[in-house]
């Protein structure tokens, strides 16, 4: 449904986009997750057809986006990161002024029932000036799913809401996603991802550094982590010989605290003890945790 | 476009505009006989005190006629300025707010969007024009004589209202190019004393929109025969402003910061 390829855009001189390219395949729902400013709003704006590529391709529902004479020729539902509204219409009002352009006109039932999806109907005739950051991210959701499009760009969809609101965007997803759509959604959280999404994309500094379906991540990536706390400093020279060691794929240090991932977990407690012993090193702690998205996402941020 | 007009009608009353305006111009139409009858001449009592009741009439044109160009003058300098500064945000806050954003993703096309602001403010702003210019009228009647028929004065307000669609389309084309409000405001400002102020040096009023308002000022029983050509220019600057606003909204980018 989505193909980018080598995707740059620069502003003036700041270069914030530097060779994306990522696939969202038909029916998935792809996490799309990055810190703050590594470039997902841009590039889900481009995509949405608001704004254009520097350089690069974006094939989108099977339109090249920057050939577009209209955004709405691309026939999805875009959240924008922050959406904006009138503040002195209501939110039915909205609503209807959005849903009746083209040539699908929305009745005043189906713009009950999307208000009630999103449960605004109690407040569906006040002005959308008076509403909370929540409401408002409530009827941008609204507004996405109008025009009951295949496919979904939604830009951190569950920022501002409250928890019980924050479970009804996932839900919201993946009856989506039961339906047949496609949907791409950043987000910061995630454990929302681990929870819905099938494929998962990074971006760091305006590159995508890992896409790959959640299974596999899970599968390859999720190996155990050992934390191992020693009663002194480790000598460079301990580090040193800790890092040559066959069956350490990564180590991190912070004084007295070790943190080690292996590529063959057999035996692998054994022979960390055994270093230890041998180099006649006093351990106070030992422990073996499961690492979680948020581990892989913050190794995968920092740079390995 | 149905729906886009209703947009732009409930911004007018909710945002106040439409009464903003209204009593604005309503007021200069008031206050322009007022000042000819009552202000004007006491202050001249107080400046030059033993001065004759006929030479006051002789400085002063204190007629209905008089009152009128007054009138007629005041929604030039002071309407302008009220005008453009109360409509200023019509497009270039729109853009500045990303609230076209939306609009654009569920199929808003900008010949709509930018139709819809001239066609009701437009409409309003000829509307308000003939309504004042026929209270000034009939106030300055009152207050003087009655010594206009009341066929050129409803045709002067027509002018005027045309003078001002022009100024419209003048703002929203500001706010399309420099999308702030208040630059938007001023550069319109510019644009319309502008153009006055060309039209009578370069003596090519009757080709300028600025030929629009002289002709209203002069309240004639025949009116200019070049009239309908200037109304035809004028309409002919509207529509090019029109089109050179949605080029520029074309090329433009969204939602970015
Ligand atoms: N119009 C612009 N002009 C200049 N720089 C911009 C513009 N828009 C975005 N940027 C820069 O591009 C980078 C990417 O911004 P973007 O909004 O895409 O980040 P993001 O991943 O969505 O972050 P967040 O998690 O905070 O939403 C940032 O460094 C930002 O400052
Ligand atoms: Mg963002």
């Known amino acids: 449904m989505i193909r980018v390829t080598n995707l740059h855009k620069k502003f003036n001189t700041y270069h914030a986009l530097k060779g994306i390219n990522m696939t969202v395949k038909k029916g998935e729902i792809y996490g799309f997750i990055g810190r703050n400013g590594a470039g997902k709003s841009t590039t889900m704006n481009i995509l949405a057809g608001l704004s254009r590529p520097t350089e690069g391709q974006c094939i989108v529902n099977g339109k090249d986006v920057s050939k577009l004479r209209h955004p709405s020729e691309l026939a999805i539902g875009y959240l924008p990161e922050d959406p904006k509204f009138y ?24 713009i009950n029932d999307i208000l009630d999806w999103v449960s605004l109907n109690k407040d569906a005739d006040r002005r959308v000036g008076g509403y909370s950051r929540g409401m408002r991210q409530r009827l941008g959701i609204a507004t996405a799913l109008i025009k009951d499009p295949e496919l979904l760009i939604l830009d951190e969809p569950s920022s501002a809401l409250d928890p019980e609101g924050r479970s009804d ?23 929302d991802v681990e929870r819905v999404c099938d494929t998962v994309g990074i971006i760091v500094d305006g590159r995508l550094t890992m896409q790959r379906p959640l299974a596999k991540v899970k599968r390859e990536m999720i190996v155990p982590v050992y934390d191992i706390v ?75 | 476009m149905k729906r886009d007009i209703m947009k732009e009608v409930r911004y007018g009353l909710r945002n106040s505009r439409f009464l903003i305006l209204f009593v604005s111009i309503l007021f200069l139409a008031i206050s322009a006989p007022v000042m000819n009858k009552v202000f004007l001449p006491m202050l001249m009592k107080n400046q030059l005190p033993g001065i004759t009741a006929e030479t006051l009439a002789q400085m002063l044109d204190m007629t209905q006629l008089g009152s009128m160009r007054g009138y007629m003058g005041d929604v030039f300098e002071i309407g302008t300025i009220i005008i453009a500064f109360t409509l200023c945000g019509l497009l270039a806050q729109e853009i500045r707010d990303d609230t076209l954003v939306l609009p654009l993703c569920s199929g808003k096309r900008f010949p709509a969007i930018v139709g819809s602001k001239l066609l009701v403010f437009g409409f309003f702003l000829v509307l308000t024009s003939v309504i004042a210019t026929l209270i000034n009228y009939l106030y300055a009647g009152v207050l003087f004589s009655f010594d206009v028929g009341v066929g050129p004065v409803l045709r002067s307000g027509l002018l005027l209202g045309f003078h001002l669609l022009f100024l419209l389309s003048a703002l929203v084309f500001w706010g399309a190019v420099i999308r ?57 600057f509207v529509f090019l402003l029109y089109g050179l606003t949605l080029l520029r909204l074309q090329g433009l980018e969204w939602n970015e910061r």
């Open chain 1, 87 to 110: 503040a002195w219409m209501t939110a039915r009002e909205t609503l209807d002024y959005l849903g009746n352009s083209g040539d699908n006109p929305m009745t005043k039932e189906a």
């Open chain 1, 169 to 191: 965007v996932l839900r919201l997803i993946t009856e989506l996603k039961q339906m047949g759509k496609t949907i791409l959604f950043s987000t910061h959280i995630l454990s």
């Open chain 1, 230 to 304: 020693l009663e002194e400093p480790p000598n460079p020279w301990l580090l040193e010989a800790l890092r040559k060691h066959p069956k350490i794929s990564h180590l991190s240090s912070k004084e007295t605290v070790l943190s080690v991932t292996t590529s063959e977990p057999e035996h692998f407690s054994l022979e960390l003890m055994t270093f230890f012993a041998s180099h006649r090193m006093e351990v106070s702690s030992f422990s073996r945790r499961k690492p979680d998205l948020e581990d892989i996402f913050l190794k995968e941020v920092n740079g390995k």
């Open chain 2, 180 to 236: 702030k409000p208040i630059a938007a405001g001023l550069l319109t400002c510019a644009t319309v004393y502008g153009t006055h102020i060309a039209g009578s040096l370069l003596k090519i009023d009757s080709y300028l929109p600025s030929g629009l308002f002289r002709e209203a000022q002069y309240f004639s029983v025949v009116p200019a025969s070049s009239i309908l050509q200037t109304l035809a220019i004028t309409i002919g």
